[in-house]
């Protein structure tokens, strides 16, 4: 399999997962602003859609969209427990997540980022922000990952997203159990090797 990632952007969860997960896997950095990668190949050939990640399976297809490739990594290593068995309610409360943090804190970080973004447009996203990020804490509580005590892919994603706000001037403070959490997460082995191989962090 081959990732397709920029560094620290949303791909930064199934690199992640797969280094939790164990799984064989090659990387090829893409520049998100002219759409080619690393090796110079366009990269629209490969994802229409032009954004990361873009999971490229040994048979030669893809796969896009972050929840839905974290979700396929997990299923080939059932043992790993990175995602409760499909068709359970666990599995669907997975999912939830998942698309609250796809839709409701992910999307409502971009125009943070976006230079041409007016500051009245950058304080209306950190006002939807705040309590979403709210409703995340609380959901996580005193426990170690959403999950409980085991490590799944929303933990990865949600770790990703959250992890931006350092960059954008977006203040954890209000919420002491995220800031563990995320302290908690960057510690994990397989964390601070996709961290190590994108460049985000030093050996």
């Given at each position: ?148 005590k085991q490590f799944t ?21 209000a919420w002491p159990n ?26």
């Amino acid at each position: 399999m081959k990732l397709y990632f920029s560094p620290g952007a949303c791909s930064l969860s199934p690199h992640i997962v797969l280094c939790e997960a164990g799984l064989e896997h090659t990387i090829e950095k893409t520049n998100l602003a002219s759409k080619v990668t690393a090796s110079g190949t366009d990269f629209k050939i490969i994802n229409p859609k032009g954004s990361v990640p873009a999971l490229q399976l040994d048979d030669g297809s893809v796969l896009t969209e972050g929840p839905a490739i974290i979700q396929y990594l997990a299923d080939l290593v059932p043992e790993k427990h990175l995602a409760a068995p499909a068709g359970t309610m666990a599995r669907y409360r997975l999912m939830e997540t998942l698309n609250f943090i796809s839709t409701e804190l992910h999307k409502t970080y971009s125009p943070l980022f976006n230079p041409a973004s007016t500051d009245a447009a950058k304080a209306a996203a950190v006002n939807h922000l705040t309590p979403r990020i709210g409703v995340i804490a609380k959901q996580l509580g005193d426990a170690d990952y959403l999950g409980g005590k085991q490590f799944t892919v929303a933990d990865a994603y949600l770790f990703v997203v959250l992890s931006w706000s350092s960059h954008v001037n977006v203040s954890l403070a209000a919420w002491p159990n995220i800031e563990a959490f995320l302290a908690r997460v960057a510690a994990r082995p397989a964390v601070k090797a996709a961290m190590l191989a994108e460049g985000l962090i030093k050996a």
